[in-house]
């Protein structure tokens, strides 16, 4: 891409893609230790630091300096500054934009005479590339800086110790690396522009440990192009340097030696590039605007990433990216001259995921899919090797719990749209484990561990307890997975378009079975993962012990679950859960399939049946006696939940009839090109409810909660329960999606609403109020991977051949119906009393 397109691009080309306006956005968002966010997005990004996630201060300050004058432009710089010494101005900023892997910040400052301006705009790519699992890999990051003007300007940059400690007491240890242009290595692919890094670390690092949910090892590399044109650099007191910039518009290409703590005499690493821009007015009556441009790279380098209790035993794990590269130099230069591939990978993403959500929701659901896309990720950390990778995750911010089921389970929707691959590299560490026999109960564990980074397991098995939630979540993530492997849903931008400008990927060659040569995946039907029915049937057969131990267990407890947590655990113990009894349904429903697919037919006979006998006894036990509603608990009268697991009976095809059974031979959108036959559980003709076409869960109880939602809605969303006037935002979109489109829609806005007026400063969270200023209700989650249930509406439109989304439609026939909530609460209470009098011998 030229540098002319790659300007429009940040400059102008993503100016109306963000319609919202979060009040934090992505910068750098790589992994749980890479996190950098824009704070008070809403704000000039010059009135305050930015943030790691947990809202703790990041040094990171962008300056410029043009016309004698200085102007901070990220961060607060100028509080280094004298008002005195230095003529301290503002540029007018102009706003950010954001797509799902770019974030960018524009500025216009005053030319000279004022008679025109140098328009700035800083462009952050953490990109996203589902056809290049090797490149989403690498914990880096990219700011492109590009310039357009007639007046020269200069640049500064700095960051400090922050990016490698929670700790401000800790000795930092620095140096300054440069590698010349054209160097080479073995793999003739070193740095084509030659680069100068910034190596920060921790004099004594503490392997996998954190402070503050800071790593406290590893090492950042902070990079900007060497040679003639290149940057200058100085390392030295923040206030020191700062103001030698505001003073000289360049540092002096120095380096301090003496080591010292975070914020003792601050020490920071610092670049410094001028623009020549004013050629292009000389001479001339009418200024003819030149573009320059400056890369900078981020890279938090840490081996290992975790450790893990694999079946060999405690194992330190390696970065995957490991397998390609000779060490981190390779890397960091590779990483810097791949800018272009990697801005195309993921720019065919974004604009994918633009096109999809548009369609599938409104601008508002476009905004909020690309808001949640790097958040998403940034809660991962790819391990293992090209044939075999594991992707770990943090449960970040709730507890920091390690690969947390229920954490995975509404993110789950992410990686089906993005790249179903991926969920199955974020199972592939729970089922090794617990088939290894280290966790001692007879359903799923909770998590591998009580805290990132560390997989030590549960060898008591007294992790936390949610049996029902968590084998339900196990049975249906494994046949969506499952359904993904057995039909070519690989969406359009998981292929490139072509290799044309990309370099190849050292050494990619020694894994030619799962990457080219350029470090693209190859097509599912080729890679050891494949995309054919036997690879599905391999897939569940290996961990077949596990999904029927779980089963076994939901068989026994799922129809009416006894005292106990579900996902939602800040809300509390509870017997007779009713969102929480249609989920362990749906698992053996989910059970009869993985069954029926490795060949054990009486196994899916018996679930399959059971599955509808269960069903059945559902509606009566769990929705209101007068069926306008799904009560919290099956003896809690006069409450009402969001029953927010019915998505996963139309995702899994269960909703799918048999007059819809039809072969589907494609999709629309971008997205979205599935090419399978019909995908429909195997046995529902012959077993099951013979209800509403053989579908598993009937239309009535679609329609039911359909209106029920539209008539609970609260101004900033969906509430989660009768309980409080909180949410859940992964939740109101699983509940969204298999909704009428009025209700849908109307679901939407009112998040669309909280995303533009909440008072909430953190990465999106997914917990809070629908009232008020739609804040905290007490608890802070934030920056959590659940954003991925986002995705919701996006995963069901693949899901089926399509035909989940077609079984829907019945509920765009009318309008929704109007409940009097508070009578039809009040007559529930009522009934259930003179009800409760009978007697609940089963329950």
Known sequence: MRLFNLFLLAAGGLASASTLTPNTVPLIVRNPYLSTWLYHARDAPWENWPMFWTGAHVGFSVMASAS??????LGRPQDS?????????????????????TTNLSYSIPAAGGESSVLVTLSFLSPITPSSTMRQAIPAGYMTVFVAGCDDLDLYTDVNGEWVTGNRDNTLRWEMFESPPGEEKATKNGTKTGIKTWKVRREREELLTEFGDRAEWGTLHFSAPGG???VRYQSGTSALLRGLFAERGELRDEVDGEFRRVMEDEPVFAF???????DGGKGKEKCEKREESVRFTWALVQDPVVQFASARGLTMMRPLWQSFFTDADELVGWHFDDFETAANLAGEYSDALARDAYESGSREYQDIAALSARQVLGATQFSGTPEDPILFLKEISSN?????VDVIFPAFPFFLYTNPRWLAYLLEPLLEHQLSGQYPNDYSMHDLGAHFPNATGHPDGRDEYMPVE????????????ANALRYDTDPAFVRPKGAEGMRTAPGAKRWWESVDEYGIDLPRGEAKLGSTPKAAEKWLSRSYKLWKQWTGYLVRESLIPHNQLCTDDFAGWLANQTN???????????MSEIADIVGEKEDAKFYRETAGEYIEKWQEYGISRDGTHAKLAYTWYGSWTTIYNLYADSLLCFHVSDKNKSSVTGGRKSGKQPRMESQLPLGQQAYGPKKDGNVFIPDKVYQMQSDWYHAVLQKYGLPLDSRHLYTKSDWEFFAAAVTGRKTRTEILTSVARWVNETETDRPFTDLYDTEGNGGFPGIWFMARPVVGGHFAFLALERACGGKAVEALKFLDKREPGEVDVE??????LSTGEQYDDEGWEDL
């Open 68 to 73: 004698g004058k200085v102007y901070p432009l």
């Open 81 to 101: 500054l004298s008002t005195k010494r230095h003529k301290i101005a503002y540029p007018e900023y102009l706003g950010v934009t954001f797509d799902a892997s």
């Open 228 to 230: 003639e044109n290149g």
């Open 272 to 278: 410094s590039k001028g623009f020549k821009l004013a």
């Open 400 to 404: 920091g719990n390690f690969q947390t």
């Open 470 to 481: 968590e084998c339900g979540n196990m049975l249906i993530m494994g046949l969506a997975l």
């Open 580 to 590: 929480l009894a249609l989920k362990g349904i749906i698992g053996i429903k989910a």
């Open 823 to 828: 009578l039809v609460l009040m007559r529930d």
